[in-house]
């Protein structure tokens, strides 16, 4: 029997799988996806997920991937700049930095490989959950394979099968939203000053910045009451419109490297129980978080080493199962808060934008009085950063 069974090899299962066989403890990783180069994943490791990558031992994975540190942060609002903050923000700080996902993953599970007791199964469904006497026991794949185990942890993301077969509810929060991501050529402005742009023009507005494997990409967020059909606008010229000169020249200019864009569903929440007997949610399946400054990655390796914290000692001992069911709720316990915390902040990031949006008078005042009310904007957006970037609570491996 294997002793864990992980659901999803996205930053939360690799490198908590990779945890564990480095423990000596027997892992299963299970993908579904055949690659992991998906239209979308996040690459924003704030200064909690660096520290989290640094505790784990793996800051040496991210230098020798494709990544990059973000320069600046800056707020433009109808082709005026309303404020800029350089990184790192904390003095003596870590920077965001943008880490292609794909080369992370692939360079997390290479190292747990060289482990006799770890297995990747990759490009392998899971069709439903195994249960005896009201335990989770295992799983059945869409081979027709049947896996026992002692745990599983579901780390497949917001759309979790595993929260799904073990009937686990999630609460939705209302500022679950739709963005449509674009991706585009790179524009030589990168190339000295990575920054990730914040562009509000009438109701619309959209995040632009340029990915650790060198293109740029956007997220464009769609309302409620748009009447536009988004399959048939003129992209370039939209964004363009919107775009102060230097970048709407560019967008015009490199109308055909402009991707079709995709359509992500944007689904915030959390579970009030991520665990069950034999099972434990992880990340996302317990709780996605918006795409607001990059928390899904951040939550999810912070995560990781909570669980890992709690679960290794029992798992070495291989110790009987009430003892691991046991562990579950204190898991939840000690990351709730946090991940409470973050969403109340990924909630008043978006009620910014909200008002914005919604209020002309607002965006106009916000306009016409850009260099009066710079500074304390922007006083208030460091503030609300603080605890995005460094996390709330302690967050030590101690295994």
Same mark, same amino acid.
């Given at each position: 029997?294997?002793?864990?069974?992980?659901?999803?090899?996205?930053?939360?299962?690799?490198?908590?799988?990779?945890?564990?066989?480095?423990?000596?403890?027997?892992?299963? #990783?299970?993908?579904?996806?055949?690659? !992991?180069?998906?239209?979308?994943?996040?690459?924003?490791?704030?200064?909690?997920? #660096?520290?989290?990558?640094? $505790?784990?031992?793996?800051?040496?994975?991210?230098?020798?991937?494709?990544?990059?540190?973000?320069?600046?942060?800056?707020?433009?609002?109808?082709?005026?700049?309303? !404020?800029?903050?350089?990184?790192?923000?904390?003095?003596?700080?870590?920077?965001?930095?943008?880490?292609? /996902?794909?080369?992370?993953?692939?360079?997390?599970?290479?190292?747990?490989?060289?482990?006799?007791? !770890?297995?990747?199964?990759?490009?392998?469904?899971?069709?439903?959950?195994?249960?005896?006497?009201?335990?989770?026991?295992?799983?059945?794949?869409?081979?027709?394979?049947?896996?026992?185990?002692?745990?599983?942890?579901?780390?497949?993301?917001?759309?979790?099968? %595993?929260?799904?077969?073990?009937?686990?509810?999630?609460?939705?929060?209302?500022?679950?939203?739709?963005?449509?991501? !674009?991706?585009?050529?790179?524009?030589?402005?990168?190339?000295?000053?990575?920054?990730?742009?914040?562009?509000?023009?009438?109701?619309?507005?959209?995040? #632009?910045?340029?990915?650790?494997?060198?293109?740029?990409?956007?997220?464009?967020?769609?309302?409620?009451?748009?009447?536009?059909?988004?399959? /048939?606008?003129?992209?370039?010229?939209?964004?363009?419109?919107?775009?102060?000169?230097?970048?709407?020249?560019?967008?015009?200019?490199?109308?055909?490297?402009?991707?079709?864009?995709?359509?992500?569903? %944007?689904?915030?929440?959390?579970?009030?129980?991520?665990?069950?007997?034999?099972?434990?949610?992880?990340?996302?399946?317990?709780?996605?978080?918006?795409?607001?400054?990059?928390?899904?990655?951040?939550?999810?390796?912070?995560?990781?080493?909570?669980?890992?914290?709690?679960?290794?000692?029992?798992?070495?001992?291989?110790?009987?199962?009430?003892?691991?069911?046991?562990?579950?709720?204190?898991?939840?316990?000690?990351?709730?808060?946090?991940?409470?915390?973050?969403?109340?902040? $990924?909630?008043?990031?978006?009620?910014?934008?909200?008002?914005?949006?919604?209020?002309?008078?607002?965006?106009?005042?916000?306009? /016409?009085?850009?260099?009066?009310?710079?500074?304390?904007?922007? #006083?208030?957006?460091?503030?609300?950063?603080?605890?995005?970037? /460094?996390?709330?609570?302690?967050?030590?491996?101690?295994?």
């Amino acid at each position: 029997m294997t002793q864990v069974v992980i659901v999803g090899a996205g930053p939360t299962g690799a490198a908590l799988a990779l945890l564990l066989v480095q423990r000596g403890i027997s892992v299963k #990783l299970i993908e579904s996806s055949r690659s !992991f180069r998906r239209v979308f994943r996040g690459e924003g490791l704030m200064p909690s997920g #660096l520290d989290a990558l640094e $505790q784990m031992g793996l800051l040496s994975v991210v230098e020798r991937i494709p990544h990059r540190p973000l320069d600046a942060w800056e707020f433009i609002i109808d082709k005026r700049s309303l !404020f800029r903050v350089d990184e790192p923000i904390e003095p003596g700080g870590k920077p965001c930095t943008l880490v292609s /996902q794909p080369a992370l993953l692939e360079a997390l599970i290479e190292e747990a490989s060289s482990y006799p007791h !770890f297995e990747f199964l990759q490009g392998v469904t899971v069709q439903d959950l195994l249960w005896s006497d009201r335990r989770v026991c295992g799983v059945k794949l869409g081979d027709e394979r049947s896996l026992d185990t002692d745990l599983i942890v579901g780390a497949d993301g917001r759309n979790s099968i %595993v929260r799904q077969r073990a009937n686990l509810p999630i609460e939705h929060q209302s500022h679950s939203f739709d963005i449509l991501w !674009f991706k585009l050529a790179d524009s030589p402005r990168f190339e000295t000053e990575n920054v990730f742009y914040s562009i509000l023009h009438g109701r619309h507005g959209f995040g #632009l910045f340029r990915s650790s494997e060198g293109n740029l990409q956007l997220g464009w967020a769609l309302h409620e009451d748009d009447s536009i059909d988004w399959k /048939q606008v003129n992209w370039s010229e939209t964004l363009a419109e919107a775009s102060p000169p230097w970048l709407a020249e560019h967008f015009r200019q490199n109308a055909q490297t402009i991707e079709r864009p995709v359509l992500l569903s %944007v689904v915030v929440g959390r579970c009030p129980h991520w665990y069950a007997p034999g099972l434990l949610l992880l990340g996302d399946a317990a709780h996605p978080m918006s795409p607001i400054r990059a928390q899904g990655i951040n939550m999810a390796l912070r995560d990781v080493i909570v669980a890992a914290n709690h679960l290794v000692p029992i798992l070495r001992e291989e110790s009987e199962h009430a003892a691991i069911d046991e562990a579950l709720p204190q898991i939840q316990a000690e990351r709730e808060p946090e991940i409470i915390r973050a969403q109340q902040l $990924q909630s008043e990031e978006a009620a910014q934008a909200q008002l914005l949006n919604k209020s002309a008078i607002v965006r106009w005042a916000a306009r /016409q009085l850009a260099p009066l009310i710079r500074k304390p904007v922007r #006083l208030s957006w460091l503030r609300r950063q603080r605890e995005l970037r /460094q996390g709330v609570t302690q967050v030590q491996l101690t295994v």
